[in-house]
T-cell receptor, first 113, second 110 residues
Framework: GENVEQHPSTLSVQEGDSAVIKCTYS??????FPWYKQELGKRPQLIID?????GEKKDQRIAVTLNKTAKHFSLHITETQPEDSAVYFC????????????FGKGTLLTVNP | GAVVSQHPSWVICKSGTSVKIECRSL??????MFWYRQFPKQSLMLMAT?????????EQGVEKDKFLINHASLTLSTLTVTSAHPEDSSFYIC??????FGPGTRLTVT
């Protein structure tokens, strides 16, 4: 089955700095790669996703890059703000968005004011 | 936007009892729902895929006789934890379409 590795497990940055979280996956059939933000005790929220036919996607301060050859994808957050502090999860799926997801272990991002 | 609700939001039960968790899609229909379990400070682990009108598909290591899943309609999927034990205490979350998550149910078994 699919295996998703996520690094780092914790990340602390100063407000205004950039944050990068990296994930690797094992199943070459995976074609959908979403990123979620989860605040303590709440549901995961989809913040951005990318499909295997695209190499990069950007939405305001958030961007995701995908390298299919190397089987890794990354989340980039620029101009971080304290409200960006949360746990971020990457995930992978081989059947598109309506298919089971395999999640990374998560990254606790702390943005210090 | 699509809304998924779960009920109850939290429940405390005694060891050996059963607990039913409901997951509803409020403004859309879902033939498939995914049930995840999340232990404190850990990631989401898929337990099973709920299919409307057919049997659920369970992930390896998940006891199907312990975690009963029923997808009775296109808007309702239920997870019943039978003979609950303290190690079943966790945060249970349902999801549709990979992006619509329910608010989760915090189960504590005493």
């Amino acid at each position: 089955g699919e295996n998703v590795e996520q690094h780092p497990s914790t990340l602390s940055v100063q407000e205004g700095d950039s944050a990068v979280i990296k994930c690797t996956y094992s199943d070459s059939a995976s074609n959908y790669f979403p990123w979620y933000k989860q605040e303590l005790g709440k549901r995961p929220q989809l913040i951005i996703d990318i499909r295997s036919n695209v190499g990069e996607k950007k939405d305001q301060r958030i961007a995701v890059t995908l390298n299919k050859t190397a089987k890794h994808f990354s989340l980039h957050i620029t101009e971080t703000q304290p409200e960006d502090s949360a746990v971020y999860f990457c995930a992978a799926s081989s059947g598109g968005s309506n298919y089971k997801l395999t999640f990374g272990k998560g990254t606790l991002l702390t943005v210090n004011p | 936007g699509a809304v998924v609700s779960q009920h109850p939001s939290w429940v405390i039960c005694k060891s050996g009892t059963s607990v039913k968790i409901e997951c509803r899609s409020l403004d859309f229909q879902a033939t498939t729902m995914f049930w995840y379990r999340q232990f404190p400070k850990q990631s989401l682990m898929l337990m099973a895929t709920s299919n409307e009108g057919s049997k659920a598909t369970y992930e390896q290591g998940v006891e199907k006789d312990k975690f009963l899943i029923n997808h009775a309609s296109l808007t309702l999927s239920t997870l019943t934890v039978t003979s609950a034990h303290p190690e079943d205490s966790s945060f249970y979350i349902c999801s549709a379409f990979g992006q619509y998550f329910g608010p989760g149910t915090r189960l504590t078994v005493t």
